[in-house]
């Protein structure tokens, strides 16, 4: 009987109807999950750090004894940094003011204190002249982990819309945080949407990798 039918899993007929049975799964679960978000349109705000440069490749060169300095006013800055924080509508919908809860800011630290707002614009152009400013956290050492940085007052943030603030650090390099995401209904993204597609992309891999048989072996 097996030398005349053969090995289940040598027969091709069988994988046929497993690889059917498998995308057919897949179309549905896809089906649903599109009819679900068409239903239901999630808001999503992003934010991410775009760029962190020294300004001081090296350290040698700064400092009380290094050849070079950086200045603000009379301040002379020990380790600078320029920041580039970009925060985008990544939604399908407008996020309007009203979606800041109790009127709160969008916060985000950087680990050092900001000491000037170099430039900000956004795309499309919005006037962001009143919305942007810096904070600094009540008690907060000038040495410590959160020693303030930047807020987004409540403002309209059209579909599509990405705002882009550069700011100027004196401090080491740590990991920018939002330490105020108030914004109601609305789900907060971390990451790029480049780096999302990707790791969507890795997600779906490895789910259909797991509805063939062994599982994880073709990985």
Same mark, same amino acid.
């Given at each position: 009987?097996?030398?005349?039918? !053969?090995?289940?899993?040598? &027969?091709? *007929?069988?994988?046929?109807?497993?690889?059917?049975?498998?995308?057919?799964?897949?179309?549905?679960?896809?089906?649903?999950?599109?009819?679900?978000?068409?239903? &239901?349109?999630?808001?999503?705000?992003?934010?991410?750090e775009?760029?962190?440069?020294?300004?001081?490749?090296?350290?040698?060169?700064?400092?009380?004894?290094?050849?070079?300095?950086?200045?603000?006013?009379?301040?002379?800055l020990?380790?600078?940094?320029?920041? *580039?924080?970009?925060?985008a509508?990544?939604?399908?919908?407008?996020?309007?003011?009203?979606?800041?809860?109790?009127?709160?800011?969008?916060?985000?630290?950087?680990?050092?204190?900001?000491?000037?707002?170099?430039?900000?614009?956004?795309?499309?152009?919005? *006037?962001?002249?009143?919305?942007? /400013?810096?904070?600094?956290?009540?008690?907060?050492?000038?040495?410590?982990?959160?020693?303030?940085?930047?807020?987004?007052?409540?403002?309209?943030?059209?579909? !599509?819309?990405?705002?882009?603030?550069?700011?100027?650090?004196?401090g *080491?390099?740590r990991?920018?945080q939002?330490?105020?995401?108030?914004?109601?209904?609305?789900?907060?993204?971390?990451?790029?949407?480049?780096?999302?597609?990707r790791?969507?992309?890795?997600?779906?891999?490895? /789910?259909?990798?797991?509805?063939?048989?062994?599982?994880?072996?073709?990985?």
């Open positions: 009987m097996e030398i005349l039918a !053969g090995r289940w899993w040598q &027969n091709v *007929d069988v994988w046929a109807i497993i690889v059917s049975a498998i995308v057919a799964v897949l179309l549905g679960w896809l089906s649903a999950w599109a009819t679900l978000r068409a239903s &239901n349109p999630k808001r999503k705000v992003g934010w991410w775009q760029s962190n440069t020294p300004l001081f490749a090296e350290s040698r060169y700064a400092g009380e004894n290094g050849p070079l300095t950086v200045r603000l006013g009379n301040t002379q020990e380790k600078p940094r320029i920041i *580039d924080l970009v925060i509508n990544l939604g399908k919908h407008d996020i309007t003011a009203a979606m800041f809860h109790e009127g709160a800011p969008l916060r985000f630290s950087f680990g050092a204190p900001v000491l000037v707002t170099l430039e900000y614009g956004s795309t499309p152009a919005a *006037d962001l002249s009143q919305l942007i /400013n810096t904070y600094v956290d009540n008690g907060a050492m000038p040495t410590g982990p959160l020693v303030g940085g930047i807020e987004l007052k409540p403002t309209l943030l059209r579909k !599509g819309q990405t705002v882009t603030i550069t700011v100027l650090v004196d *080491d390099r990991p920018t939002c330490t105020s995401f108030p914004l109601v209904d609305v789900a907060e993204v971390t990451e790029p949407p480049s780096v999302r597609a790791t969507l992309g890795r997600a779906v891999l490895e /789910n259909v990798l797991a509805l063939l048989p062994g599982g994880g072996l073709l990985r």
